[in-house]
């Protein structure tokens, strides 16, 4: 049974930082595309960043240079470091892993950001 398990959301100030973790089970990680998306209330799900097997990385453009993604194939785990967060990162996030035509999705975690 594939398992893909977020932790590290919560409450933080502006300009505060998180480091989300997903832990993943049931897969050949390091064959794996890892990604992480958001949804913010009444808005789609959006990519956030992605990381490949080969370790290509991409992030979506309203986080580039405040988030971090990589990824540990020992620990079976992807990482999201979070610097400079804005009320407008507020959302679920989601782990993602794809490879192929497989693909698989975390419960998601709340990060709300507010003073």
Do not use: H
Not at 17 to 23: E, I, K, T, Y
Not at 40 to 49: E, I, L, N, S, Y
Not at 77 to 100: H, I, S
């Amino acid at each position: 049974q594939v398992q893909l398990v977020e932790s590290g959301g919560g409450l933080v100030q502006p300009g505060g930082s998180l480091r989300l973790s997903c832990a993943a089970s049931g897969i050949y990680f390091r064959t794996y595309t890892m990604a992480w998306y958001r949804q913010a209330p009444g808005k789609q799900r959006d990519m956030v960043a992605t990381v490949t097997s080969s370790n290509i990385i991409n992030y979506a453009d309203p986080v580039k240079g405040r988030f971090t993604i990589s990824r540990d194939n020992a620990k079976k785990t992807v990482y999201l470091q979070m610097n400079g967060l804005k009320p407008e990162d507020t959302a679920v996030y989601y782990c993602y892993a794809r490879q192929n035509s497989w693909d698989y999705w975390g419960q998601g975690t709340q990060v709300t950001v507010s003073s």
